[in-house]
C-alpha cells in the first residue's frame, strides 16, 4: 500500500522500518530538529534520520493545523492510509480525513486503559500485572478511535519501561502489518471499559517516595527507566538509582537500616528496600555499598 508515517522518536524506527520494507511509504512525517548536545545545534529526530539516510520524502511541520502548505503537500503525497507511532502531535480534522483508508494508530496499551503518551510507564507505576498494544484507528479525540486488533501480555516481574515498550512496540509491528495486508476486509471495534490516562512524565515522578510500599517504589523505579529516571537527597544533593529491589523487612520510611556488602537497606511503608547501584550528583555510577561508605551514611542516616 502507498502509507504515509507519522513518528518521531527512536522506538518509532522499527515501525518505520518494516513498512519501508514491506509498502510503500510516500511520505514521512517527523518533528522539527531540536537543539541536542553541548552546542545546542539543531538535529533531526531518528525518525528523520532514518527517512534521510533512506532517501524517503520528508516533512517536519511545526503545527498541523491550519497548515494549507502542509495539507497540499500530504494530499499530494497519495497516501491510501497513514500509520502513527509516537509521533507527538495531535491530528486535526483535515489531516485525519486525507488517506482514503485513515489513520492507524500502533499504541502500546490496552485502550481505553492508559490513553495519552506515556503508558507504558504508568501501567508500570500503577502496579498493572499485565498490558499489551492495540492497532486503533485515528480519530480526532484522544486515543479513543475503534480497534482493529489487541494483542495481550502479563508484565515480567523485573521488566521495565524500555524493555517492555520494545517487547510491546515489535509484537505490534507483526500486527500492524497483518491489519494492512487484511484491511480491505477489516471493521473495527469500539473500544470497550473504563477509560484511564497516561499523561508525560515529569522530574518529579522519578523522586523515590518512601512512605510508600517497597513494591510501589520499585514498580515506579521499572516506570521511570530510562527517563528520568529514580532519585532521592542526601545532605541537599540528588543521588541517583540506578538498581534496587524490594525485600521483606521493616522499618521508618527513608531511614537506613543496614548497609552491607549488596548494598544500602532503607525502611518504606512497607517492606525493605535494597539500593544496589547509585550516582551522586557529578559522580560516576557506584556500588550502593560504596557509596555509604564515601559518604559517611550508615544505621540512622535520613534520606528524603
Not at 488517506?99 to 494508530?105: Q, R
Request: charged share 25%.
Amino acid at each position: 500500500m502507498r502509507v504515509a508515517f507519522f513518528g518521531t522518536p527512536l522506538w518509532a524506527v522499527p515501525v518505520l522500518e518494516a513498512l519501508h520494507r514491506h509498502h510503500r511509504v510516500v511520505l514521512v512525517v517527523t518533528q522539527p530538529d531540536k537543539p541536542k548536545g553541548r552546542g545546542l545545534r539543531p538535529a533531526p529526530s531518528p525518525v528523520a534520520q532514518y527517512a534521510l539516510e533512506h532517501g524517503l520524502p520528508l516533512l517536519k511541520p511545526e503545527r498541523l493545523r491550519r497548515n494549507r502548505e502542509f495539507l497540499e503537500a500530504f494530499r499530494a503525497s497519495g497516501p491510501e492510509v497513514a500509520v502513527t507511532a509516537a509521533y507527538g502531535k495531535v491530528l486535526p480534522k483535515e489531516v485525519l480525513e486525507v488517506p482514503p483508508w485513515g489513520f492507524l494508530n500502533l499504541h502500546p496499551s490496552l485502550l481505553p486503559k492508559y490513553r495519552g503518551p506515556a503508558p507504558v510507564p504508568w501501567a508500570l507505576i500503577r502496579g498493572e500485572k499485565e498490558t499489551g498494544v492495540v492497532i486503533m484507528k485515528t480519530e480526532e479525540g484522544l486515543d479513543t478511535g475503534p480497534l482493529y486488533a489487541a494483542w495481550r501480555t502479563e508484565i515480567l516481574p523485573e521488566e521495565d519501561a524500555h524493555a517492555l515498550s520494545e517487547r510491546l512496540r515489535d509484537k505490534g509491528v507483526e500486527l500492524l502489518l497483518q491489519v494492512l495486508e487484511d484491511l480491505p476486509h477489516l471493521t473495527p471495534t469500539p473500544q470497550e471499559g473504563e477509560a484511564s490516562y497516561a499523561p508525560l512524565l515529569t522530574k518529579e515522578e522519578g523522586r523515590v517516595r518512601f512512605a510508600e510500599s517497597a513494591e510501589a517504589i520499585y514498580n515506579r523505579h521499572r516506570g521511570v527507566q530510562p527517563w528520568p529516571g529514580s532519585h532521592f537527597f542526601h545532605g541537599g544533593k540528588r543521588v541517583k538509582v540506578l538498581k534496587m529491589r524490594p525485600e521483606p523487612g521493616e522499618g521508618e520510611p527513608g531511614v537506613v537500616q543496614a548497609v552491607d556488602r549488596e548494598g544500602v537497606l532503607v525502611g518504606t511503608g512497607e517492606g525493605i528496600i535494597r539500593l544496589l547501584e547509585v550516582q551522586p550528583e557529578g559522580r560516576r555510577p557506584m556500588p550502593a555499598a560504596d557509596w555509604a561508605r564515601g559518604y559517611g551514611v550508615g544505621p540512622g542516616t535520613r534520606l528524603d
